[in-house]
């Protein structure tokens, strides 16, 4: 998996209110993160820090998943 193509399509599919595949992107970057994977950068601000790239992507992906259920 590649995290931040993954990422970048979970940006286009919410702006798109697309909300099976913003449902799709999130819980493949949940379920990505949760088996150690590393975050994508979500931010040029924290390229750094992947804590906080791991931290704004679960905080977003959940609010995308609420946001798609009810779309």
């Known amino acids: ?3 931040q193509t993954t990422w970048e399509q979970l940006q286009s599919a919410v702006q798109a ?3 099976e595949t913003t449902r799709e992107r ?3 970057l949940l379920d990505w ?3 150690g994977g590393f ?3 979500t931010s040029a601000e924290h390229v750094g820090d992947a804590n ?3 931290d704004k992507t ?3 992906c959940h609010w995308a998943l609420r946001r ?3 779309g």
């Open 1 to 3: 998996m590649d995290p």
């Open 17 to 19: 209110e697309d909300w």
């Open 26 to 28: 999130a819980q493949s």
């Open 33 to 35: 993160l949760a088996r």
């Open 39 to 41: 975050p994508p950068v």
């Open 52 to 54: 906080w790239h791991r």
């Open 58 to 60: 679960v905080r977003f």
């Open 68 to 70: 798609a259920a009810d």
